[in-house]
């Protein structure tokens, strides 16, 4: 009797289970309609010859003077931007890339240890290396310093050629 019993429940809820699908089914339909703009990020590009920037001849007596950076040069560099009228929908930044030296995370290391570069802004503000910044006016591009840094506990810094390689990377997102 016991297993008559749990067979009728099992039918019972398999026809409540029907029964209740059934209901939800029917309780009506809605339309949907869609619409949006379709837009474009702009298009932007940095001139197809390499930045070559010279410190020329630097003496290591000024160096060591520099509370710690110094000997400021202008980067010459001329992106362009063109499809601009939805440049606000997109984020487009500007990175500094190269590999930083181990003793300051913003400064490019250099052929010489004691020494890095560093990238900043026209407000003084340096750009952390492989780190974007945000460019907010696309036809307003910030200016851009490059400037000798030393390793603050050099006491000396060996004298000799100085090189350095970096990239300069402009992204739309």
């Known amino acids: 009797m016991c297993e008559i019993n749990k067979v009728i429940k099992f039918a019972r809820l398999s026809l409540l289970a029907l029964v209740g699908g059934l209901a939800a089914q029917s309780a ?14 702009p298009e932007c590009k940095m001139s197809d010859t390499p930045i070559v920037i010279s410190f020329d ?4 007596e000024t160096i060591l003077a520099g ?10 560099y001329s992106p362009t931007c063109t499809n601009i009228q939805n440049a606000s929908r997109y984020t487009v930044s500007l990175t500094f890339g190269g590999v930083a030296a181990n003793w300051n995370a913003s400064a490019l290391t250099t052929s010489n240890t004691h020494v890095g570069i560093i990238m900043e802004d026209g407000a003084g503000n340096a750009f952390e290396l492989n780190k974007a910044v945000a460019i907010k006016d696309l036809s307003n591009w910030p200016r851009l310093y490059v400037k000798l840094a030393r390793l603050i506990t050099s006491s000396s810094i ?10 300069l ?3 739309i997102q």
Do not use: C, H, K, W
């Open 28 to 41: 009506g339909a809605v339309n949907m309609q869609f619409s949006g703009t379709l837009v474009s990020a």
């Open 57 to 60: 001849v630097v003496r290591v």
């Open 67 to 76: 509370n710690q950076t110094f000997v400021s040069l202008p980067v010459t």
């Open 158 to 167: 060996p004298t000799g050629n100085l090189t350095a390689s970096g990239t």
């Open 169 to 171: 990377i402009i992204t």
